[in-house]
């Protein structure tokens, strides 16, 4: 009923990049390539920020992994965007860096362009179509990625663009995400985004032997996991 009535929005993390021909890291996979050691989850950005004080380039480590001529769109890019029909009809925000939806919705739309969205620099969250970067694009402003904890910091505590961006998106439309774990560092982020407004339900696809533990950790968020 969402999709037809035009409220609904996907909200897409790490996993639908993960598969080839993506074949790109999860964050916590991100962080431990770039610090070059493992990193706890749910502590990667605590750790990419360490990293980057010690004089580590993280945003140009991080766009070098993500966006270049070895990756590209899986199927499951294409058949989100397939989902809305038409160009104008897509509604996609993702945390992802990559360039992968990007690149879909030329092959899948063609010629009929789809709105882009880099942050800093977002639509309002209540009102808006097409493909949202929000926390930034490695294509398109490497050095904006939010990646640490400074960055988190800012985009939803400090500056909080990233955070009133999800205030209005969580209390007007219906939300489903696909490709998180219930214990994604930005998971946790997006919760403080969400507790501060009154948010209509979300759902969010998850695997089929999902514990106890993830469940409650969902359910903490507001969120209908569905297996």
Known sequence: IALEEGR?????????????????????GLAAEICGV?????????????????GTLVHPAAAR???NSKTHPTELHKQILRLFGTAKKVRVVTTNFDDH???????????????????PALPLGDNFDGIVYLH???????????LTDKDFGAAYLARGWARDFLVYLFSNFAVLFVG??????????LARG??????KRRWALVSSDLQPDEKENWNHLHTHPIT
Not at 42 to 48: I, M, S
């Open 8 to 28: 609904l929005v996907i909200f897409a993390g790490s996993g639908i990049s993960m598969p080839p021909p993506s074949s790109l890291p999860s964050f916590n």
């Open 65 to 67: 992994r993500l966006y």
């Open 180 to 189: 998180y774990s219930h214990n994604d560092v930005t998971i946790n982020y």
């Open 38 to 54: 493992p990193v706890e989850t749910g502590k990667e950005d605590r750790a990419l920020g360490k990293a980057a004080r010690n």
């Open 101 to 119: 939806f990007s690149a879909a919705a030329r092959t899948v739309f063609k010629k009929d362009k789809v709105a882009e969205y880099c942050a």
């Open 136 to 146: 930034g694009s490695a294509r398109l402003k490497p050095q904006s990625m939010v």
């Open 194 to 199: 969400m507790n501060q407004a009154e948010v």
